[in-house]
């Protein structure tokens, strides 16, 4: 059965700082992977996903993401964060070619001036 | 660049109304769904299409109704609102293959039933 867990339900951090959002995952076969992004009052953006090419992925608006395999974690970072980052973020796992997504609860990111 | 495309935005019913949600993508994807999003909860799946003429219950499908009549359309019908029925709704599409598997999202509809 898939699974992801957001570890974070809330995460301040100080402008210019890095970002670190943490989600872990259960899935018995090589999942897709997805951060998504959600602002105020808006729909969901994709930021990122990770499709068992390289480990390391990078998004949009400097974010990216490392799988870990033997860990079974898929964090989100950011080396600086800017006031726009602040949202709410959601970490997805799909197996490829059917129609289940499983999300997180999602991590709300604040962005101290 | 439409992508998926829901109506309206906002809406606010009273309890027993009936209304339908909109919702068109046009990227040609054989997946739809319907999803509502409540605090804290993250996305429950509503209802889920698989093409035209094929569609089946997610987690919390009561209270609603749906069809697929052509490729690009996907409606989401709520029949007497309720309460529990207030919520954000959102559509979404994915292809049957490729592209990563990357699921879309429309902008959203906030309901409020009262």
């Known amino acids: 059965a898939q699974s992801v867990t957001q570890l974070d339900s809330h995460v301040s951090v100080s402008e210019g700082t890095p970002v670190l959002l943490r989600c872990n995952y259960s899935s018995s076969y090589s999942p897709s992977l997805f951060w998504y992004v959600q602002h105020p009052n808006k729909g969901l953006q994709l930021l990122l996903k990770?499709?068992?090419?390289?480990?390391l992925v990078k998004g949009i608006n400097g974010f990216e993401a490392e799988f870990k395999k033997s860990e079974t974690s898929f964090h989100l970072t950011k080396p600086s964060a800017h006031m726009s980052d602040a949202a709410e973020y959601f970490c997805v796992v799909s197996l490829s070619g059917t129609y289940k997504y499983i999300f997180g609860t999602g991590t709300r990111l604040k962005v101290l001036a | 660049n439409a992508g998926v495309t829901q109506t309206p935005k906002f809406r606010i019913l009273k309890i027993g109304q009936s209304m339908t949600l909109q919702c068109t993508q046009d990227m040609n994807h054989n997946y739809m769904y319907w999803y509502r999003q409540d605090p804290g909860m993250g996305l429950k799946l509503i209802y889920y299409?698989?093409?035209?003429?094929?569609?089946d219950k997610g987690e919390v499908p009561n209270g609603y109704n749906v069809s697929r009549s052509t490729t690009e359309d996907f409606p989401l019908r709520l029949e007497l609102a309720a309460p529990s029925q207030t919520s954000v709704y959102f559509c979404a599409s994915s292809p049957l293959s490729g592209d990563g598997n990357t699921i879309y999202f429309g902008e959203g509809s906030w309901l409020t039933v009262v």
């Open positions: 299409s698989v093409g035209a003429g094929i569609t």
């Open positions: 990770y499709t068992s090419a390289a480990t």
